[in-house]
């Protein structure tokens, strides 16, 4: 039976800028009365925690604190963004020996404790770890993912909405795979209110689609390289996804968002974390969507998943 846990209670596990900008936004969301920082420099913990905690009289009432790994067994998520940062010039899959030797430390801790809320993993590289996480945890496969490709498949609407002068909430699009180099933007699933991206383009005036849609598929993937180059880090922007993960499962909104899980015959995938569209409720993660994909996108998502599987094998666990 699954222990439980305190709906309104959230825990951040590494306080870096992913970590306390991700606490930033989800105090500012409302939706949690009672949140715990945790940093393997604790000061770093309390320092966020009384920076954020200050700005509580201009927000909802809520409970901001550093702590341990005692303080967050009844939480209802406990969000993993503890790691080594993405460097200049370096591959999210290059962190896998860093960040798996971390995640080798705080799992057990989590585990031990036989911690009874979702843990979502946000530090990269997600698809490795939210594995990782899962296999050292021994937690339901349901109560282990990661953000995935959230982040990317904002992007992706982001620069479509650019692109066409179209309000990016009404663009349904999808970024699967690695949240890395070998992801896939799923083009054949894309869509404007339930008009193919391609008639969509042809009705703005656009007619090199397939050139223009591979240079926004290449300003998807290498906008968290841009935007390291420019200002070292990211965090903004993954704050938000986490934000919004985190809205699905406490309001139970079965909404369908690409997170990373363990896939188990889908495409042919086994045995390997990548992202695809999944309902995402109050018990995590839900029933995967099945994609009708282009010859070609299978092809990817095959070589995407085949390059994870070949750092998997690379690992100790």
Same mark, same amino acid.
């Given at each position: 039976? !699954?222990?439980?846990?305190?709906?309104?209670?959230?825990?951040?596990? $590494? =306080?870096?800028?992913?970590?306390?900008?991700?606490?930033?936004?989800?105090?500012?969301?409302?939706?949690?009365?009672?949140?715990?920082?945790?940093? #393997?420099?604790?000061?770093?913990?309390?320092?966020?925690?009384?920076?954020?905690?200050?700005?509580?009289?201009?927000?909802?009432?809520?409970?901001?604190?550093? /702590?341990?790994?005692?303080?967050?067994?009844?939480?209802?998520?406990?969000?993993?963004? #503890? $790691?080594?940062?993405?460097?200049?010039?370096?591959?999210?899959?290059?962190?896998?020996?860093?960040?798996?030797?971390?995640?080798?430390?705080?799992?057990?801790?989590?585990?031990?404790?036989? =911690?009874?809320?979702?843990?979502?993993?946000?530090?990269?590289?997600?698809?490795?770890?939210?594995?990782?996480?899962?296999? @050292?945890?021994?937690?339901? &496969?349901?109560?282990?993912?990661?953000? /995935?490709?959230?982040?990317?498949?904002?992007?992706?609407?982001?620069?479509?909405?650019?692109?066409?002068?179209?309000?990016?909430?009404?663009?349904?699009?999808?970024?699967?795979?690695?949240?890395?180099? +070998?992801?896939?933007?799923?083009?054949?699933?894309?869509?404007?209110?339930?008009?193919?991206?391609?008639?969509?383009?042809?009705? !703005? /005036?656009?007619?090199?689609?397939?050139?223009?849609?591979?240079?926004?598929?290449?300003?998807?993937?290498?906008?968290?390289?841009?935007?390291?180059?420019?200002?070292?880090?990211?965090?903004?922007?993954?704050?938000?996804?986490?934000? !919004?993960?985190? &809205?699905?499962?406490?309001?139970?909104?079965?909404?369908?968002?690409?997170?990373?899980?363990?896939?188990? /015959?889908?495409?042919?995938? +086994?045995?390997?974390?990548?992202?695809?569209?999944?309902?995402?409720?109050?018990?995590?993660?839900?029933?995967?969507?099945?994609?009708?994909?282009?010859?070609?996108?299978?092809?990817?998502?095959? &070589?995407?998943?085949?390059?994870?599987?070949?750092? @998997?094998?690379?690992?100790?666990?």
């Amino acid at each position: 039976m !699954r222990k439980a846990v305190n709906p309104q209670k959230v825990a951040i596990i $590494g =306080c870096g800028f992913v970590g306390s900008s991700s606490a930033f936004a989800i105090m500012q969301s409302g939706l949690f009365t009672e949140m715990v920082l945790i940093d #393997a420099v604790a000061d770093k913990a309390e320092g966020e925690a009384l920076d954020i905690a200050h700005g509580l009289p201009f927000a909802k009432p809520m409970t901001i604190t550093a /702590g341990n790994y005692d303080d967050i067994q009844d939480a209802a998520i406990i969000i993993v963004t #503890a $790691g080594a940062a993405q460097k200049p010039g370096e591959t999210r899959l290059d962190l896998v020996k860093k960040n798996v030797g971390i995640f080798k430390t705080i799992i057990p801790e989590l585990k031990k404790r036989d =911690c009874g809320g979702i843990l979502l993993i946000v530090a990269n590289p997600v698809d490795i770890l939210t594995y990782v996480a899962a296999k @050292l945890s021994g937690f339901p &496969e349901n109560r282990v993912f990661g953000s /995935g490709t959230t982040l990317d498949s904002s992007r992706l609407k982001y620069l479509l909405g650019e692109h066409l002068s179209i309000d990016a909430r009404s663009i349904h699009a999808w970024v699967i795979g690695e949240h890395g180099d +070998s992801e896939i933007v799923a083009w054949s699933q894309a869509n404007v209110s339930g008009v193919p991206i391609s008639r969509i383009c042809e009705l !703005r /005036g656009y007619t090199t689609h397939d050139e223009n849609m591979q240079k926004i598929a290449d300003d998807v993937k290498n906008s968290a390289y841009k935007i390291i180059e420019k200002k070292h880090a990211t965090y903004y922007g993954v704050a938000m996804a986490v934000r !919004r993960i985190c &809205e699905a499962i406490v309001r139970d909104e079965r909404s369908i968002l690409p997170i990373s899980t363990i896939q188990h /015959g889908a495409h042919g995938i +086994s045995d390997v974390a990548l992202s695809m569209p999944t309902v995402v409720g109050a018990d995590g993660a839900g029933t995967q969507i099945p994609l009708e994909l282009s010859e070609n996108e299978e092809k990817e998502l095959q &070589e995407s998943a085949k390059t994870l599987k070949d750092v @998997l094998d690379s690992i100790e666990l």
